[in-house]
């Protein structure tokens, strides 16, 4: 079990605008920063957010992040074939030495 | 570009060690933290272990506190991560991921099956 909660599945149509939800705890999300990783059919994972809510260079603005205390979310504007992916949130936690943290997973699917 | 190229996965038995590498090029190594984060087949990613920039820092996930050790050579820009007791739960793709500002930049990861 995960401790960051994502839903396991989402879906909509090309055009649509989708939104993935992520679930923390004061420790993890509500004292650092998220990030969100699209992970491809059979390829390693890239950064789509970093802290929160930014846009790393080359990644569309149809991708945008917010946080608001211990949940976070990814939507996804104008959604296309090619987003379908599985969809990773992740933050650093406090407890204990210190972990990172990820979400179980939210798999995108573009009906 | 950054590039990151792990190795050293293969097939091993229950109660073997691996040690995996991984290469760095394209970014000035000894500057950053690294990770190793790995993918049960068909599973979501989970966080292994990290390594600061020059080794003063080093956290395990506490699920495998004693079996994973992580190294680094920042002559030679390369990471490592030593593998003992192998058990077929830690069968799984083992990524390099390299810890910027900007998150987490990744290899293509190296297949580490444990079966007899």
């Known amino acids: 079990q995960s401790v960051l909660t994502q839903p396991p599945s989402a879906s909509g149509t090309p055009g649509q605008r989708v939104t993935i939800s992520c679930s923390g705890s004061s420790s993890n999300i509500g004292d650092n920063y998220v990030y969100w990783y699209q992970q491809l059919p059979g390829m390693a994972p890239k950064v789509l957010i970093y802290?929160?809510?930014q846009r790393p260079s080359g990644v569309p603005d149809r991708f945008s992040g917010s946080k608001s205390g211990t949940s976070a979310s990814l939507a996804i504007s104008g959604l296309r074939s090619e987003d379908e992916a599985d969809y990773y949130c992740a933050a650093w936690d406090d407890s204990l030495s210190g972990f990172w943290v990820f979400g179980g997973g939210t798999k995108l699917t573009v009906l | 570009e950054v590039h990151l190229v792990e190795s050293g996965g293969g097939l091993v038995k229950p109660g073997g060690s691996l040690r995996l590498s991984c290469a760095a090029s394209?970014?000035?190594?000894?500057?950053?933290?690294m990770n190793w984060v790995r993918q049960a087949p068909g599973k979501g990613l989970e966080w292994v272990s990290s390594i600061s920039s020059t080794s003063s820092f080093i956290f395990y996930a506490d699920s495998l506190k004693g079996r994973f050790t992580i190294s680094r050579d920042n002559a030679n820009n390369s990471l490592f991560l030593q593998i003992n007791s192998l058990r077929a739960e830690d069968t799984a793709v083992y990524y390099c991921?390299?810890?910027?500002?900007?998150?987490?930049?990744w290899g293509q990861g190296t297949l580490v099956t444990v079966s007899s």
């Open positions: 394209g970014f000035s190594f000894s500057s950053y933290a």
């Open positions: 991921a390299r810890e910027a500002t900007t998150g987490m930049d």
């Open positions: 802290r929160n809510n």
